[in-house]
């Protein structure tokens, strides 16, 4: 069962909606709505963010550490050549 609610949108979002329904993208503007309504839940629902901070900090990323020791280097290199000076 839905429920219908009533919201407020701006004109250039509204005039998008109706090209969005003028391709045949969905049958009418609430369908729209309710689909894109239906996809931000499920990014920023509770289980996408504790899966997102999972996947994230599960494995350690070397890439990252690498790029970190690389940063760290130049730091400490730039640091000598200005005190050179």
Do not use: Q
């Amino acid at each position: 069962m839905s429920i219908p609610i009533t919201a407020r949108l701006n004109e250039s979002v509204v005039a998008a909606l109706d090209r969005a329904v003028d391709a045949g993208i969905a049958p009418t503007r609430g369908a729209l709505v309710a689909s894109a309504v239906a996809e931000w839940l499920k990014r920023h629902g509770e289980e996408a963010i504790v899966e997102s901070y999972r996947r994230r900090y599960a494995d350690p990323d070397s890439a990252h550490d690498e790029l970190l020791d690389k940063f760290a280097a130049f730091s400490v290199a730039a640091c000598l050549a200005d005190s050179e000076r």
